[in-house]
């Protein structure tokens, strides 16, 4: 059973900071890409980032420069360094794990930044 947990989300001013934690536990011999997605509301999904086992990341635009994931050394942790934070930034924010070609999700956590 796999099961992804996050961490270290909460209430932020404009212009500040915060750090995502992601860990996986179970089936994490074939974990290749890891990452966030966030979902504001009334809107979709979408991508913010993503880390390939090889380290290769993907920004969503709207983060690019503000906002860093990386892999832990275990491989199966995931961080999102997000600074310079806005208020469209507001939503809660999903880790995801491809494992053997299926996402995973793990259940969320709330990033709230006032202005």
């Known amino acids: 059973q796999v099961r992804l947990v996050e961490s270290g989300g909460g209430l932020v001013q404009a212009g500040g900071s915060l750090r995502l934690s992601c860990a996986v536990s179970?089936?994490?011999?074939?974990?290749?890409?890891m990452g966030w997605y966030r979902q504001a509301p009334g809107k979709q999904r979408e991508l913010v980032a993503t880390v390939t086992s090889g380290r290769s990341t993907n920004y969503a635009d709207s983060v690019k420069g503000r906002f860093t994931v990386s892999r832990g050394s275990s491989w199966n942790t995931v961080y999102l360094q997000m600074n310079s934070l806005k208020p469209e930034d507001t939503a809660v924010y999903y880790c995801n794990a491809m494992i053997y070609g299926v996402d995973n999700w793990g259940r969320g956590t709330q990033v709230t930044v006032s202005s």
């Open positions: 179970g089936s994490i011999v074939a974990i290749t890409t």
